[in-house]
């Protein structure tokens, strides 16, 4: 089956510095990706959508200039939390579908565990 | 936006059927329907979709009545490793340009499998 994969899948930084999470897709091209959030005991929030060689999408609520987000190739797109702080401490979870079309089937990393101090 | 209403836990017994009832009273013509299941800190993996009447897969069935407007997960005889958080998830991520629609999770539902 299509396998996505993350790195790192745990950062532990200062506040005020930029962590970099990456997204793969290891055995399909992914055409679009989709970034989540989840805070404990919570449900997956989605962030942002991204295709590849496009800007992302972001979802209301969500800073773009914090968040961002390249989509440089068909298997790998990173989100960078850009100068983080503690309430940006959450798991984050990428997902990729092969296709553009319609209902494709969301292929789920499993997560980054972001801590910031 | 389809918003999406779980029962936030459930407790069952090995060899038991479990059934997960999700809520979609807005959901769209285009969307579909998806469940996941989720372990802790870990990504969802993917369960079962459908758009109408009944799907059936290896591991579960998911009942989706004419008017849509909610959706059944029925998991056949659980064991304790199906205890885990099951999502369902509602929207459809056709891309133009450059955007999808906002694909809304449902709160979850805890089930909790008992030896």
């Known amino acids: 089956g299509a396998v996505v994969s993350q790195h790192p899948s745990w950062v532990i930084c200062k506040s005020g510095t930029s962590v970099k999470i990456e997204c793969r897709s290891l055995?399909?091209?992914?055409?679009?990706m989709f970034w989540y959030r989840q805070f404990p005991k919570q449900s997956l929030m989605l962030m942002a959508t991204?295709?590849?060689?496009?800007?992302?999408?972001?979802e209301q609520g969500v800073e773009k200039d914090k968040f961002l987000i390249n989509h440089a190739s068909l298997t790998l797109s990173t989100l960078t939390v850009t100068s983080a702080h503690p309430e940006d401490s959450s798991f984050y979870i990428c997902?990729?579908?092969?296709?553009?079309?319609?209902?494709?089937?969301?292929?789920f990393g499993p997560g980054t565990r972001l801590t910031v101090l | 936006l389809a918003k999406t209403t779980q029962p936030i836990s459930m407790d069952s017994y090995e060899g038991q059927e479990v059934n997960i009832t999700c809520s979609h009273n807005?959901?769209?013509?285009?969307?579909?329907i998806t469940w996941y299941q989720q372990f802790p800190s870990q990504g969802p993996r993917f369960i079962i979709q459908?758009?109408?009447t009944k799907v059936t897969n290896e591991v579960a069935s998911l009942f989706i009545p004419a008017d849509r407007k909610s959706s059944t997960l029925s998991l056949p005889r659980v064991s304790l490793s199906d205890t885990a958080v099951y999502y369902c998830?509602?929207?459809?991520?056709?891309?133009?340009?450059?955007?999808?629609?906002?694909?809304?999770f449902g709160s979850g539902t805890q089930l909790t499998v008992l030896p």
């Open positions: 997902s990729a579908t092969s296709s553009g079309g319609a209902y494709n089937e969301q292929f």
């Open positions: 055995d399909f091209q992914a055409t679009t």
């Open positions: 991204s295709n590849e060689g496009s800007k992302a999408t972001y």
């Open positions: 807005n959901i769209a013509t285009n969307d579909y």
């Open positions: 459908g758009y109408k």
């Open positions: 998830l509602v929207g459809d991520w056709v891309v133009s340009s450059g955007s999808a629609r906002q694909l809304t």
